[in-house]
């Protein structure tokens, strides 16, 4: 028999196994339980004793774990995983883990609270998971919100007071309720009973929370211990724990103060001093012994031996500037000449622009800053002394650096043209919204002044093809800034021509201002000898300033500014005559016409992209002259609906807004795309090239223009084609909108800007043109989209004549039928337009033969001709299409199934042969496409007398 049954003692367990069997058995009795030993050949194992409760904490502690390694390693699928398990766990020993009030215990609120935290901060950077891990965490976001929410005011709670537990906050309820809300007291306490049992303290075998002493765990039978179910269950605590628990903190906190005050003496007595952490190159960067002679073959070997570690692991990149920077310094003092300063000068910038190894980031705010001072000491250099060949020709082997003609290997263009797309990727990385971006915006003026400073050196030595590249950066920097100077010039000349077309007025009230001018002057002349003496006694004074004047003028003498349009025109033509690529020719010539149309210069803009011919060969170039393209077509598109012409307007803007992308064919943006996933280098190359936010164009203008234009000419057309089964669709997006607004059962008011454009549609449909000018000009769309027009009275007046004119038109086509004459003058009264203008739209109609009607000249009116089909007459029409097309469906059928080919072919060959050129051979001559533009300039009549007729007969 094994000594663990034994109800004897460990010294007990030495006894012969026949003595053994002497040994009286002892019935076990109510009050106690199996008393547990261990024999002699087990004394060496350790087991451990633990409740049923230490094993669920245990449990869901370890579950609790295992999500924080998973969290570190950002693995969402198992963090998910994790989650589920702790919600499985904590359900079913909720009894066991929930305080004596029946609260949470706080470990798993903070773990809750740890793990939402967690997943807000992975979800503002959601793109950089793959797809498994992304939908993980949508998945774990929303059962997480889900569960929280029963738990929202614990949750508060503790977000209140984190480091609060709950028996500070009560000081009447129990250390043990308080202590299971801590998983670090778990922790403890589990490791607290893991107690070998046969240990020579067997008062320590176990530990009581109330208190400490063996004596309540002894037994009175031989020293044994005996387990009965009150040893197990929770004690309350006396008032006597409590004051023990009291003091011992009291005397917690004493030790505290008096380790403050020993440090606090060291301090005074000077002992050690906890100081900041010192930058690891504090001290200056020694560069050549103390003896040795400062030489230029010295120092540009010094020079390559900094250089050759540029790009190596492990190479401090701050440091090697610096001794860059000290390398330069011993080389001025040393008096080592320009040429060796001006190499090293270039080696610094190339050192700034490698401290950033990514090439998704931007510099930092003391790099950029270094860097537009190095830029601004190079350029100095080089144009003080024009005598330096500094240019990519010249080889590093035949570098001179130390007489006179300097030759020094490097482009100045080349590191402007780098600053330039460093200071684009610095906008990028920005808020928009913020402070900083505005900050950052002032930097503009002085790169623009750093590229017109490098203008006045490259013109003197550059080549020709350096030049372009010059004026392709400064083009590049105005093409998309509005000349307020223009607006200036633009309303003088309205101004001037209101004043003559006023002259006729003007002229019969120049008699009655002549009569009063004269009195006028009368009065002036007495008023005039009156002030002249008080003239003269001023005059002494005025002289003295204006001598000081003068001498400031002097100093600072006027230089007439040349006009941006101008110079403008005069780079983009030196690049049109000179470049020899075909990349900076382009991207000029489409800045130039985004300038002219921003500035309301249609017919120059128009001319020079129809002439350019860039709409053909456009998909051949690169992605942002691709983009450039983009821009300068909608600005042209803008252009072309301010000065009223729609047509033009809309076949430049429908490539764009027909596809849903305009805000990523303009990159101004990334859309998510349902059908492929963008993988994260190819995300990163598309942020690239998004241009900064103060370049973009405002969208929701964009796309008013594009649907005002196309309900101008899809409304006529619909009228007109009312009756025809073979209408085409001008603009898709404009029908898929119209539609959707159809079908809506109860229609309230517009609310947003595609709302207020349909229902504009639906009240033109009916010629109501006030009703539709009124949805597109009230207080909401001139806050949203018409005030973003510099020109803003002059496009509403436009767009006002527009939409009567083409309510007039829809109005005869829709309700022409009906009338058998009508009259000018009820026509003119009626959409408030002069009757030279409703007779001129009226004699248009007539003469495309889009209305049936003739002018009865001396009555001004028009008489209608009655040729449109009846309404049964179109529904025969319809079906006879319908039972056409499906016989030929029939037809394809049989053929494909092979059966009754030839017989098919046949039949098919001569149905067409009877039914001649209607149905057998269409002919599309009659539609022309011009280039991306989809501009038709086909025949398109509503005239029923021709192709119906010989349809119905």
Not at 68 to 82: E, P, R, W, Y
Not at 688 to 709: A, D, G, K, W
């Amino acid at each position: 028999m094994s000594g663990f049954f034994k109800t004897g003692s460990s010294s007990e367990s030495d006894r012969s196994s026949g003595e053994e069997d002497n040994v009286p058995q002892v019935a076990p009795t109510k009050s106690t339980t199996t008393r547990f030993g261990f024999s002699d050949d087990e004394e060496d194992t350790k087991r451990v004793v633990r409740s049923a409760k230490d094993k669920k904490f245990e449990e869901i502690n370890d579950v609790i774990r295992l999500i924080k390694n998973h969290k570190k390693i950002k693995d969402i699928s198992k963090v998910l995983t994790g989650f589920e398990d702790l919600l499985k766990c904590f359900q079913k020993n909720k009894a066991v883990l929930s305080t004596d009030d029946k609260k949470l215990p706080r470990f798993y609120i903070r773990t809750l609270v740890e793990l939402e935290d967690f997943i807000n901060e992975c979800w503002e950077d959601k793109r950089k998971f793959n797809k498994v891990n992304g939908k993980s965490l949508a998945t774990l976001r929303h059962k997480l919100k889900k569960h929280n929410r029963d738990i929202d005011e614990e949750i508060k709670a503790y977000r209140e007071n984190p480091d609060v537990s709950d028996a500070e906050k009560g000081g009447d309820d129990d250390e043990d309720g308080s202590s299971d809300d801590d998983t670090g007291r778990i922790e403890k306490k589990v490791e607290e009973k893991r107690i070998p049992l046969g240990s020579d303290d067997e008062d320590d075998f176990f530990f009581d929370d109330g208190d400490s002493s063996s004596s309540s765990s002894s037994d009175d039978e031989g020293g044994e211990r005996t387990f009965t179910a009150e040893y197990f269950l929770k004690k309350e605590k006396t008032p006597a724990d409590k004051d023990k628990q009291r003091e011992k903190e009291e005397r917690r906190q004493q030790r505290e103060l008096d380790r403050k005050k020993r440090e606090e003496e060291e301090d005074n007595d000077g002992g050690w001093k906890k100081v900041r952490g010192i930058p690891a190159h504090s001290e200056k960067p020694k560069m050549f012994a103390k003896d040795a002679e400062i030489t230029h073959t010295l120092v540009l070997k010094k020079l390559n031996e900094i250089t050759a570690a540029r790009g190596k692991k492990g190479t401090d990149r701050s440091y090697q500037i610096n001794m860059l920077r000290e390398l330069r310094k011993i080389s001025g003092e040393n008096q080592l000449g320009i040429g060796m300063d001006l190499k090293i000068l270039m080696n610094i910038g190339s050192s700034i622009f490698d401290y950033n190894p990514n090439v998704a980031s931007c510099m930092k705010d003391n790099m950029w800053d270094s860097f537009l001072e190095f830029i601004n000491e190079m350029l100095d250099i080089a144009s003080n002394n024009m005598d330096i060949e500094f240019s990519h020709d010249v080889p590093l082997d035949h570098e001179q650096l130390e007489t006179v003609p300097y030759a020094i290997s490097g482009c100045p263009l080349t590191v402007v043209e780098r600053l330039d797309k460093e200071y684009v990727k610095i906008l990028q990385n920005t808020d928009a919204h913020s402070t900083e971006y505005v900050r950052r915006l002032q930097d503009e003026q002085k790169i623009c002044s750093i590229i017109t400073r490098l203008q006045q050196y490259i013109e003197v030595k550059g080549t020709p093809a350096e030049i372009c590249r010059n004026y392709l950066l400064q083009i590049e920097h105005m093409y998309y800034k509005y000349d307020y100077k223009n607006l200036k010039q633009v309303s003088k000349e309205d101004i001037k021509e209101k004043e003559e077309n006023g002259k006729d007025v003007e002229e019969e009230k120049k008699d009655e201002e002549k009569k009063d001018e004269e009195k006028k002057e009368e009065e002036k002349k007495d008023e005039e000898k009156k002030d002249e003496e008080n003239r003269e006694e001023e005059k002494t004074d005025e002289k003295k300033d204006e001598e000081n004047k003068e001498e400031v003028t002097k100093k600072e003498p006027e230089t007439p500014k040349e006009d941006v349009a101008d110079f403008m025109d005069r780079m983009c033509k030196y690049i049109y005559t000179k470049d020899s690529t075909n990349r900076i020719r382009t991207r000029a010539m489409l800045c130039h016409i985004y300038h002219h149309a921003m500035h309301d210069r249609w017919y120059q803009a128009r001319d020079l992209m129809l002439m350019s011919h860039l709409q053909d060969t456009i998909t051949h170039s690169d992605i942002p002259t691709q983009i450039l393209y983009n821009r300068t077509l909608v600005q042209l598109g803008l252009c072309a609906f301010r000065h009223g012409n729609v047509k033009d307007a809309h076949n430049a803007l429908l490539d764009i807004q027909s596809g849903g992308r305009a805000k990523e064919l303009l990159a101004q943006g990334l859309l998510m795309q349902k059908q492929m996933e963008r993988s994260p280098e190819q995300e990163k190359i598309e942020k690239r090239r998004q241009m900064p936010f103060h370049m973009h164009i405002n969208l929701e203008l964009l796309e008013c223009t594009y649907l005002v234009s196309a309900m101008l000419i899809e409304i006529p057309y619909m009228a007109s084609h009312q009756f025809d089964i073979r209408r085409r669709m001008i603009s898709k997006s404009f029908h898929h909108q119209l539609r959707l607004s159809e079908r809506q059962s109860l229609v309230g008011p517009p609310e947003s800007m595609r709302e207020h454009v349909m229902a504009a549609s639906r009240a033109m449909r009916l010629g109501d043109w006030k009703a539709c000018r009124d949805f597109l000009i009230n207080k909401k769309m001139m806050t949203k989209v018409w005030s973003l027009f510099h020109n803003r009275d002059e496009v509403l007046e436009l767009l006002t004549r527009k939409i009567q004119e083409e309510s007039l038109r829809t109005y005869l086509f829709t309700y022409g039928s009906v009338y058998d004459s009508i009259s000018m003058v009820t026509l003119s009264e009626r959409f408030e337009v002069d009757k030279a203008v409703v007779h001129s739209i009226i004699s248009k109609m007539i003469i495309g033969e889009e209305l049936s009607a003739s002018w009865d000249e001396p009555a001004a009116t028009i008489v209608m001709h009655r040729c449109e089909p009846t309404r049964i007459q179109t529904l025969a029409l319809q079906l006879s299409e319908k039972a056409n097309n499906l016989v030929d469906n029939n037809e394809r059928l049989i053929e494909h199934g092979g059966e009754g080919r030839g017989r098919g072919m046949d039949d098919r060959e001569g149905r067409q042969q009877g039914r001649g050129k209607q149905y057998g051979n269409k002919n599309y001559s009659n539609r022309s496409y011009t280039g991306g533009n989809r501009s038709y300039g086909g025949n398109r009549n509503s005239n029923y007398q021709g192709r119906r007729r010989q349809q119905r007969y």
